[in-house]
Protein backbone atom coordinates (compact mmCIF):
# COMPACT_ATOMS: atom_id res chain seq x y z
CA UNK A 1 0.00 0.00 0.00
CA UNK A 2 2.50 2.59 1.07
CA UNK A 3 4.45 2.06 -2.41
CA UNK A 4 1.19 2.36 -4.70
CA UNK A 5 0.85 5.66 -2.69
CA UNK A 6 3.88 7.33 -3.27
CA UNK A 7 3.78 8.48 -6.56
CA UNK A 8 0.61 10.00 -5.48
CA UNK A 9 2.65 11.54 -2.64
CA UNK A 10 5.53 12.72 -5.02
CA UNK A 11 2.78 14.21 -7.61
CA UNK A 12 1.14 15.98 -5.25
CA UNK A 13 3.44 17.40 -2.75
CA UNK A 14 7.02 17.57 -5.11
CA UNK A 15 6.09 20.31 -7.56
CA UNK A 16 9.24 21.85 -7.49
CA UNK A 17 9.45 20.55 -11.56
CA UNK A 18 6.69 22.86 -11.84
CA UNK A 19 7.34 25.88 -10.21
CA UNK A 20 8.51 28.97 -12.17
CA UNK A 21 9.37 32.43 -11.59
CA UNK A 22 10.21 35.38 -14.21
CA UNK A 23 14.36 35.25 -13.62
CA UNK A 24 15.83 38.63 -11.84
CA UNK A 25 15.51 41.35 -14.19
CA UNK A 26 18.57 43.15 -14.15
CA UNK A 27 19.76 46.80 -12.85
CA UNK A 28 17.11 48.93 -13.80
CA UNK A 29 18.18 51.27 -16.98
CA UNK A 30 16.42 54.81 -17.37
CA UNK A 31 13.00 56.26 -16.11
CA UNK A 32 10.80 58.31 -17.31
CA UNK A 33 9.15 61.13 -14.51
CA UNK A 34 5.65 58.82 -14.76
CA UNK A 35 7.99 55.70 -14.19
CA UNK A 36 9.28 56.59 -11.55
CA UNK A 37 6.37 58.04 -9.97
CA UNK A 38 4.70 54.72 -9.91
CA UNK A 39 7.70 52.81 -9.02
CA UNK A 40 7.96 55.08 -5.71
CA UNK A 41 4.49 54.09 -4.72
CA UNK A 42 4.25 51.15 -2.44
CA UNK A 43 2.16 48.30 -3.05
CA UNK A 44 2.16 44.87 -0.67
CA UNK A 45 0.90 41.55 -2.10
CA UNK A 46 -0.08 39.15 0.31
CA UNK A 47 -2.80 36.27 1.28
CA UNK A 48 -5.02 35.38 4.54
CA UNK A 49 -4.69 31.37 3.94
CA UNK A 50 -1.64 29.97 3.83
CA UNK A 51 -1.22 28.20 -0.16
CA UNK A 52 1.24 26.98 -1.82
CA UNK A 53 3.54 29.04 -4.54
CA UNK A 54 6.58 31.55 -3.70
CA UNK A 55 5.78 35.29 -4.38
CA UNK A 56 8.22 36.67 -7.32
CA UNK A 57 10.71 39.05 -6.00
CA UNK A 58 9.66 41.57 -8.63
CA UNK A 59 6.33 43.68 -8.80
CA UNK A 60 5.79 44.27 -12.93
CA UNK A 61 3.58 46.50 -14.34
CA UNK A 62 1.79 48.18 -17.26
CA UNK A 63 0.26 51.95 -16.93
CA UNK A 64 -1.36 54.32 -18.64
CA UNK A 65 -2.77 57.88 -19.26
CA UNK A 66 -6.27 56.94 -17.86
CA UNK A 67 -7.82 60.73 -18.71
CA UNK A 68 -9.21 63.22 -16.53
CA UNK A 69 -6.06 63.74 -14.17
CA UNK A 70 -5.87 60.05 -13.58
CA UNK A 71 -2.99 57.40 -14.32
CA UNK A 72 -4.27 53.81 -14.26
CA UNK A 73 -1.55 50.83 -13.24
CA UNK A 74 -1.51 47.22 -13.75
CA UNK A 75 0.29 45.11 -11.69
CA UNK A 76 1.15 41.46 -12.47
CA UNK A 77 2.04 39.26 -9.23
CA UNK A 78 4.13 36.38 -10.23
CA UNK A 79 3.77 33.25 -8.10
CA UNK A 80 5.76 29.90 -8.62
CA UNK A 81 3.04 27.55 -8.81
CA UNK A 82 -0.67 27.25 -8.59
CA UNK A 83 -1.88 24.12 -6.06
CA UNK A 84 -4.45 23.81 -3.77
CA UNK A 85 -2.19 22.71 -0.94
CA UNK A 86 -2.86 25.36 2.45
CA UNK A 87 -4.98 26.25 4.86
CA UNK A 88 -8.21 25.18 2.90
CA UNK A 89 -10.92 22.46 3.01
CA UNK A 90 -9.31 20.97 0.16
CA UNK A 91 -5.95 20.29 2.36
CA UNK A 92 -8.25 19.37 5.43
CA UNK A 93 -9.89 16.44 4.00
CA UNK A 94 -6.80 15.42 1.71
CA UNK A 95 -8.40 13.30 -1.06
CA UNK A 96 -10.19 16.36 -2.69
CA UNK A 97 -7.12 18.36 -2.58
CA UNK A 98 -5.33 15.37 -4.49
CA UNK A 99 -7.86 14.79 -6.89
CA UNK A 100 -7.19 18.10 -7.38
CA UNK A 101 -3.77 18.47 -7.97
CA UNK A 102 -3.49 15.40 -9.75
CA UNK A 103 -5.82 17.13 -12.69
CA UNK A 104 -5.49 20.72 -12.54
CA UNK A 105 -1.69 20.94 -11.45
CA UNK A 106 -0.27 17.68 -13.51
CA UNK A 107 -1.33 15.09 -15.65
CA UNK A 108 -0.79 10.62 -15.51
CA UNK A 109 0.83 11.75 -12.48
CA UNK A 110 4.28 13.29 -13.89
CA UNK A 111 3.25 16.08 -17.12
CA UNK A 112 2.01 19.06 -16.29
CA UNK A 113 -2.03 19.49 -16.00
CA UNK A 114 -4.55 21.20 -16.66
CA UNK A 115 -3.34 24.67 -15.13
CA UNK A 116 -0.31 24.72 -17.22
CA UNK A 117 -1.11 23.42 -20.52
CA UNK A 118 -4.09 26.23 -20.26
CA UNK A 119 -2.50 29.54 -19.12
CA UNK A 120 1.61 28.62 -19.22
CA UNK A 121 3.83 27.71 -15.98
CA UNK A 122 3.65 29.43 -12.37
CA UNK A 123 0.41 31.44 -11.54
CA UNK A 124 -0.01 35.31 -12.58
CA UNK A 125 -2.79 37.54 -10.73
CA UNK A 126 -3.45 40.98 -11.17
CA UNK A 127 -4.79 44.21 -9.88
CA UNK A 128 -5.37 47.71 -11.08
CA UNK A 129 -5.32 50.19 -9.09
CA UNK A 130 -6.08 53.85 -10.16
CA UNK A 131 -4.27 56.95 -9.43
CA UNK A 132 -5.15 60.56 -9.09
CA UNK A 133 -2.01 62.51 -10.58
CA UNK A 134 -1.42 65.97 -8.51
CA UNK A 135 -0.01 68.86 -10.45
CA UNK A 136 3.03 68.08 -9.45
CA UNK A 137 3.09 64.55 -10.71
CA UNK A 138 2.56 62.70 -7.34
CA UNK A 139 0.19 60.06 -7.40
CA UNK A 140 -3.01 58.99 -4.90
CA UNK A 141 -4.74 56.02 -4.61
CA UNK A 142 -8.00 56.61 -6.00
CA UNK A 143 -9.59 52.68 -6.31
CA UNK A 144 -8.41 49.71 -7.33
CA UNK A 145 -10.06 46.36 -9.14
CA UNK A 146 -9.04 42.87 -8.47
CA UNK A 147 -10.72 39.53 -8.42
CA UNK A 148 -12.38 37.83 -5.78
CA UNK A 149 -11.94 34.32 -5.29
CA UNK A 150 -15.04 33.37 -8.01
CA UNK A 151 -12.60 34.76 -10.45
CA UNK A 152 -15.24 37.95 -10.39
CA UNK A 153 -13.85 41.23 -10.62
CA UNK A 154 -14.73 43.54 -7.98
CA UNK A 155 -14.30 47.19 -7.24
CA UNK A 156 -11.72 48.09 -3.57
CA UNK A 157 -11.74 51.76 -1.92
CA UNK A 158 -9.23 53.50 -0.12
CA UNK A 159 -10.51 51.87 3.31
CA UNK A 160 -9.94 48.30 1.56
CA UNK A 161 -6.47 49.04 0.23
CA UNK A 162 -5.11 50.50 3.24
CA UNK A 163 -7.21 48.37 6.20
CA UNK A 164 -4.28 45.81 6.24
CA UNK A 165 -1.12 48.76 6.24
CA UNK A 166 -2.42 52.62 6.66
CA UNK A 167 1.06 53.91 4.87
CA UNK A 168 0.64 51.25 2.07
CA UNK A 169 -1.94 49.63 -0.09
CA UNK A 170 -1.89 45.89 0.53
CA UNK A 171 -3.90 43.29 -1.89
CA UNK A 172 -4.16 39.63 -0.73
CA UNK A 173 -5.43 36.35 -1.66
CA UNK A 174 -8.15 34.74 0.96
CA UNK A 175 -7.81 31.51 -1.66
CA UNK A 176 -4.94 29.05 -2.88
CA UNK A 177 -5.78 29.95 -6.20
CA UNK A 178 -4.06 33.70 -5.55
CA UNK A 179 -6.95 36.12 -6.23
CA UNK A 180 -6.18 38.91 -4.84
CA UNK A 181 -9.04 40.76 -4.14
CA UNK A 182 -9.23 39.56 -0.85
CA UNK A 183 -11.51 42.04 2.49
CA UNK A 184 -11.86 41.23 5.62
CA UNK A 185 -8.44 41.26 7.12
CA UNK A 186 -7.65 44.87 9.48
CA UNK A 187 -3.88 43.57 10.26
CA UNK A 188 -0.70 42.21 8.87
CA UNK A 189 -1.31 39.59 11.88
CA UNK A 190 -4.31 38.71 9.70
CA UNK A 191 -2.29 37.62 6.77
CA UNK A 192 -0.35 34.20 6.32
CA UNK A 193 2.33 36.41 4.86
CA UNK A 194 2.77 39.75 2.55
CA UNK A 195 5.28 41.34 0.44
CA UNK A 196 5.94 44.63 -0.28
CA UNK A 197 7.47 46.26 -3.07
CA UNK A 198 8.94 49.97 -3.98
CA UNK A 199 11.76 51.59 -6.09
CA UNK A 200 13.74 49.26 -7.77
CA UNK A 201 11.59 46.19 -7.36
CA UNK A 202 8.31 47.50 -8.94
CA UNK A 203 9.33 47.27 -12.79
CA UNK A 204 7.72 48.08 -16.42
CA UNK A 205 6.67 44.38 -17.58
CA UNK A 206 9.17 42.91 -20.29
CA UNK A 207 7.45 41.86 -23.36
CA UNK A 208 10.30 38.47 -23.17
CA UNK A 209 8.54 38.04 -19.36
CA UNK A 210 4.88 38.57 -21.01
CA UNK A 211 5.12 36.06 -23.64
CA UNK A 212 7.32 33.38 -21.58
CA UNK A 213 4.41 33.50 -19.16
CA UNK A 214 1.48 33.73 -21.67
CA UNK A 215 0.52 36.86 -19.57
CA UNK A 216 -2.12 38.06 -22.21
CA UNK A 217 -4.75 35.61 -21.03
CA UNK A 218 -4.05 35.88 -17.26
CA UNK A 219 -4.23 38.36 -14.52
CA UNK A 220 -7.16 39.99 -16.13
CA UNK A 221 -7.95 43.37 -14.15
CA UNK A 222 -3.69 43.71 -14.56
CA UNK A 223 -4.43 45.02 -18.37
CA UNK A 224 -5.20 48.61 -18.19
CA UNK A 225 -3.64 48.72 -21.70
CA UNK A 226 -6.68 47.15 -23.24
CA UNK A 227 -8.44 50.65 -22.02
CA UNK A 228 -6.60 52.77 -24.76
CA UNK A 229 -5.50 55.05 -22.90
CA UNK A 230 -0.78 56.21 -23.65
CA UNK A 231 1.09 53.77 -22.52
CA UNK A 232 3.67 55.07 -19.71
CA UNK A 233 5.63 51.71 -19.15
CA UNK A 234 6.78 51.64 -22.45
CA UNK A 235 8.19 54.35 -23.94
CA UNK A 236 11.68 55.22 -24.63
CA UNK A 237 12.85 57.11 -21.24
CA UNK A 238 14.71 60.50 -20.40
CA UNK A 239 16.87 60.01 -17.16
CA UNK A 240 15.39 61.35 -13.87
CA UNK A 241 16.94 61.72 -10.41
CA UNK A 242 15.18 60.07 -7.80
CA UNK A 243 15.42 62.64 -5.11
CA UNK A 244 13.72 64.93 -7.96
CA UNK A 245 11.63 62.56 -9.18
CA UNK A 246 7.63 63.72 -9.20
CA UNK A 247 5.58 62.08 -6.02
CA UNK A 248 8.55 60.45 -5.22
CA UNK A 249 8.16 60.98 -1.23
CA UNK A 250 4.57 62.05 -1.14
CA UNK A 251 2.20 60.13 0.84
CA UNK A 252 -0.74 58.10 -0.53
CA UNK A 253 -2.88 59.25 2.32
Do not use: K
Amino acid sequence: MALAAAPFAFASFDGGHLGALPPPPGPRGPRTAEQAAIESRPVCIGSSVSSAGALGDVLYYRAVDAGGGRVAVGYFAFFSEERPWGNNWLTWTVAPALAVDLVYSRALLVAPGVQRAMYGAGDVEGVAVVYDASADGSLRLSYALAEDRTERTIALGRDDAFAVDPARPTFYADIWSHQLGGRGARASADLAYVRCYEGDSIRPLPESVARAFRVEGRAGPAHVERTGGRRLDDVAPRPVDDARAPGARASLR
